[in-house]
């Protein structure tokens, strides 16, 4: 099983739609999360941080259900300029203060007009 | 403009041939760090340096080496021992360890390159 899993989609939404999808999580020690925008053929950027039970900014919604162990992502109101790959990544540090970021494999949006 | 520089974008080698790719930073970051994405993969950890002149293994370390002798470079060498190179090669900084709201990894554009 994955650390961090996501369904790669394409999900094919129309314009101004709600569109939600989830990233599952394996290591329950996980302490944050965090949803990276990633356009094709280019570098990921950050979108939200998730430290406790969510995250809201603007039309995006964030949130985290520790004890089924994921995160989902909203998007309200879509727009055409939305159309990316959304990273999902688990944030770990272990006692020895080791530090680990796992990236999911990403789920594809596609706003359609 | 502060952020993160990665040349060049697309580089092709012949099989056998060591690589090095170039990352730069001018953000004052501590902490650099080397990815690779594949196709139906999250990003791989490579290579990361928390300070300069010190740098640890990440979990696909093998085939592919680094140094780290000035704070804003990080450069990637990719060696013929690295049995499937072709992906695509992210760096990313960020202020220091990752804990905490402020420690957001910023990513440079990436270089593609192709093993011919």
């Known amino acids: 099983r994955k650390e961090v899993e996501q369904d790669p989609g394409p999900f094919n939404v129309p314009e101004g739609a709600t569109v939600a999808f989830n990233c599952t999580y394996s290591n329950s020690a996980s302490q944050s999360f965090f949803w990276y925008r990633q356009d094709c053929r280019k570098e990921p950027k950050l979108l939200m941080s998730?430290?406790?039970s969510g995250n809201e900014d603007g039309r995006f919604t964030a949130q985290l259900n520790r004890a089924s162990q994921y995160i989902s992502l909203l998007i309200r109101d879509s727009k055409l300029s939305d159309s990316a790959t959304y990273l999902c990544v688990a944030y770990y540090i272990s006692n020895f203060g080791n530090e680990k970021l796992t990236f999911g494999t990403g789920t594809r949006l596609t706003i359609i007009p | 403009d502060g952020g993160i520089t990665q040349s060049p974008k697309y580089l092709f080698r012949k099989e056998g041939q060591n690589v090095t790719l170039s990352c730069e930073q001018n953000l004052n970051h501590d902490a650099m760090y080397w990815y690779r994405q594949d196709p139906g993969q999250g990003l791989r950890l490579i290579y990361y340096?928390?300070?300069?002149?010190?740098?640890q293994k990440g979990d696909i370390a093998e085939g592919y080496s680094v140094s780290r002798e000035k704070k804003e470079s990080f450069p990637l060498t990719v060696t013929s021992a690295q049995k499937n190179p072709t992906a695509f090669y992210l760096c990313?900084?960020?202020?220091?360890?990752?804990?905490?709201?402020?420690?957001?990894?910023?990513f440079g554009p990436g270089t593609r390159l192709t093993v011919l």
């Open positions: 998730v430290y406790s």
């Open positions: 990313a900084s960020s202020q220091g360890r990752l804990a905490g709201a402020d420690n957001e990894q910023f």
């Open positions: 340096s928390q300070i300069v002149n010190d740098f």
